[in-house]
């Protein structure tokens, strides 16, 4: 097996040193009060900075975009002088961050942030939960379900996306590399996306073409902010939990890679499913899309290195993203390498805020 994961690779004039992405992965660790990026969250990342690229954990752009506690923002300076202790520490370790900029919509509740979720229309997402923090044993997340959200007027609409261009501006401030715009997992701009859950008969809803017009505005006014060198949109076709599945939903996807083909964005990164039997993305798709968008393509979703070079090697993708592997591997890339023994989640409590170093920055090196 060739070794094309460890090859450099120029993203749209970012050089990275490897075709290794360490994926997005939500960990509520911020300090409270503020939702601020803090040291312990930097050495995380510094940690795992023998990726080529790393994309943060999701990061609301408001108040009302978050849907879960201890999530960090990019809307209050305290926030972006918090991300600045994480951008120096990638930096001085080689690699590249960009920041994944985030609002929840629909998949929210009052009790996060004591705001009522606000979506395309003022449907409730059935079995979909989000999680605070009350005391349970063990510092454990308790899973609350969502709350119905109030349809999104236009002035909503253009609050949120000025709420994302000075998100990217202020994670440009914050020393971040770009900014990926998460229109995936059934959050806001997913929601608005599929037809299940955007019942609007307005400029934003009632056809495919209509449906993809937030995503296009909100990447525009990032794009005229940052640059579109700066810019990446993560997408998931392929996924449907938080009551989001949508069978005109791959028709959708390609017409919104078209606008960003437009637009001219970095990179598109798919979110695929990670679960064991999840189904495998058909390789139409791919071909397709990568006719369709000319820039970088990205694919995360559990895969192990043979089928990353796979795709690699195909040139259906230009890198893979990794997640529960670099949580627990902060050397992931240099295990892979040695084919050396995998660190383990060494306890679940651990996964989302427990607010201390356990289950997140004492996973050991192989050195150790």
């Not at 002035?155 to 998460?182: L, S, T, W, Y």
């Not at 810019?231 to 017409?255: A, H, N, Q, W, Y």
Request: aromatic share 8%; with cysteine; glycine share 8%.
């Amino acid at each position: 097996m060739e070794n094309t994961l460890y090859t450099s690779y120029d993203m749209n004039g970012i050089a990275l040193e490897n075709r290794f992405l360490m994926a997005p992965m939500t960990r509520s660790r911020a300090t409270q009060p503020g939702d601020v990026p803090n040291q312990l969250m930097a050495t995380y990342y510094g940690q795992r900075a023998s990726a080529g690229i790393i994309i943060t954990e999701a990061t609301q752009v408001s108040m009302q975009g978050m849907g879960y506690a201890k999530t960090p923002g990019i809307f209050t300076q305290e926030q972006i002088d918090g991300w600045k202790l994480t951008t120096d520490q990638v930096h001085k370790k080689g690699s590249k961050i960009f920041l994944q900029l985030w609002h929840v919509g629909r998949v929210s509740s009052s009790q996060v942030n004591g705001l009522q979720p606000i979506g395309p229309s003022a449907v409730t997402a059935k079995e979909t939960n989000v999680y605070i923090f009350d005391g349970a044993p063990n510092g454990d997340a308790t899973f609350i379900p969502v709350e119905e959200p109030r349809e999104m007027n236009q002035d909503d609409i253009n609050q949120v996306i000025e709420e994302f261009r000075i998100g990217a501006k202020n994670a440009i401030e914050a020393g971040f590399d770009g900014v990926e715009i998460h229109g995936a997992n059934g959050y806001l701009i997913d929601q608005f996306l599929r037809s299940n859950s955007n019942l609007r008969t307005d400029d934003y809803g009632g056809t495919k073409e209509k449906r993809t017009r937030l995503l296009t505005e909100i990447t525009e006014a990032v794009v005229n902010e940052i640059g579109a060198d700066r810019t990446g949109v993560r997408l998931s076709p392929f996924i449907s939990f938080k009551d989001m599945s949508d069978p005109e939903m791959l028709e959708t996807i390609m017409i919104a890679s078209r606008q960003l083909e437009k637009i001219g964005v970095t990179y598109i990164h798919l979110c695929e499913a990670d679960w064991a039997d999840a189904p495998d993305i058909p390789v139409e798709f791919r071909k397709e899309l990568r006719s369709t968008f000319n820039n970088t393509i990205i694919a995360t979703g559990n895969k192990t290195p043979e089928q990353a070079e796979e795709l690699l090697q195909h040139n259906w993708v230009d890198l893979i993203g990794f997640g529960r592997k670099f949580l627990t591997n902060p050397d992931y890339p240099q295990r892979v390498k040695l084919n050396a023994s995998m660190n383990e989640i060494s306890d679940n409590h651990t996964l989302f805020g427990g607010g201390d170093a356990r289950g997140y920055t004492d996973y050991p090196f192989l050195e150790e």
